[in-house]
């Protein structure tokens, strides 16, 4: 994550069909635009300090070492959580399971039988690749994983994101990003690599907490959006500032070789889920476009300018790709209330 460079209140949209008729309960949200980050890294990375042997806590399939072979900064305090959490200001709790389970008796479920497959298709493909989910609607297809309701096995190929980590990963510290996040192992395209989990926060809380910020402060929040073809947009906002995972390492770039996609498993609240762009190579930093308009159908940037009509100044982008824009994005939505908040 940039130090203190990290572009405020940024958000990710998508636009997907609406699964809610499938569903008999409340309307599904849609797929939201999201981005995958460069992938250019120091050769330095691998040597110097180990901060920590596995900054997971055995919360992972995997450890993940820490490593800072160029400064004497240490980690922040984190308190470590592999999936999703209840916060303040939001009524629904993503460690609540409210979707239905399907009954396969077999190892992996089949498209024929499965009403999880049935009802919302596959997204993984025989080598666990995600396929592609756009169609000619100009919408995504929605991704619903099997969950602990099915009577599947844990090894169904529809189950992917909740099994976890599958690829060697390490935090390091970058000499102009702060810290990072690399692989130590070649990655195919396609492949799911991690998640961005965190705090789910309501609205009106991401936006005190925006507003809280210093001028050099990170901000680790997103803002994901759904579009729904009805024309509704629905959103949640996670933060991982305090309580987060590995996802939270993960640098913007203008040319990313990860792109998130929302995925259900046992909730209505989506998992961020970060899927290979491109064949990655080992000791190659992971990174997604903050925007969200990297593999994405949503193409326009929010522009909105803020309360009083002043837009706060863009913050250096130092992804270093060819195609870079020289600031990271930024997503003016949580300065735009109508009602202003008092910030305590």
Request: charged residues 20%.
């Amino acid at each position: 994550m940039e130090d203190g460079v990290r572009s405020k209140g940024w958000g990710l949209e998508w636009r997907v069909q609406d699964p809610s008729e499938e569903l008999e309960s409340a309307p599904l949200p849609l797929l939201p635009l999201l981005s995958a980050k460069t992938a250019s890294s120091p050769r330095a990375i691998g040597s110097g300090r180990v901060l920590a042997s596995d900054i997971c806590c055995g919360l992972e399939n995997l450890p993940v070492p820490v490593i800072n072979g160029v400064d004497d900064e240490g980690l922040p305090p984190v308190q470590y959580s592999p999936e999703n959490v209840a916060g303040p200001g939001e009524d629904l709790d993503p460690t609540e399971i409210n979707l239905p389970g399907c009954d396969c008796l077999t190892a992996s479920c089949e498209a024929d039988t499965c009403t999880c497959l049935q009802s919302f298709k596959g997204a993984y493909d025989e080598s666990m690749c995600l396929v592609d989910l756009k169609d000619k609607t100009s919408y995504s297809r929605p991704v619903f994983e099997c969950n602990i309701m099915c009577k599947c096995s844990e090894a169904c190929k529809n189950r992917l994101v909740q099994n976890g980590l599958v690829f060697k990963l390490q935090v390091f510290r970058t000499l102009m990003k702060g810290w990072g996040l690399w692989t130590q192992e070649p990655i195919t395209k396609g492949r799911f690599v991690c998640e961005y989990g965190g705090e789910i926060i309501g609205f009106l809380e991401a936006s005190r907490r925006i507003q809280c910020q210093n001028t050099g402060d990170m901000n680790y929040i997103i803002a994901l959006r759904e579009h729904l073809s009805t024309g509704e947009i629905l959103q949640i906002f996670v933060d991982p500032t305090h309580t987060g995972n590995i996802g939270r390492f993960l640098n913007h770039s203008c040319d990313p070789n990860l792109y998130m996609v929302p995925v259900r498993v046992n909730s209505m609240i989506p998992r961020l889920a970060l899927f290979a762009a491109r064949d990655i190579a080992a000791e190659e930093e992971l990174s997604y476009d903050y925007s969200g308009r990297f593999n994405s159908l949503v193409k326009e940037g929010r522009t909105e300018e803020v309360t009083g009509g002043q837009t706060p100044s863009l913050k250096p982008c130092y992804c270093g790709a060819r195609t870079c824009n020289g600031s990271l994005p930024f997503d003016s939505s949580l300065y735009n209330l109508k009602d202003k908040l008092t910030v305590t």
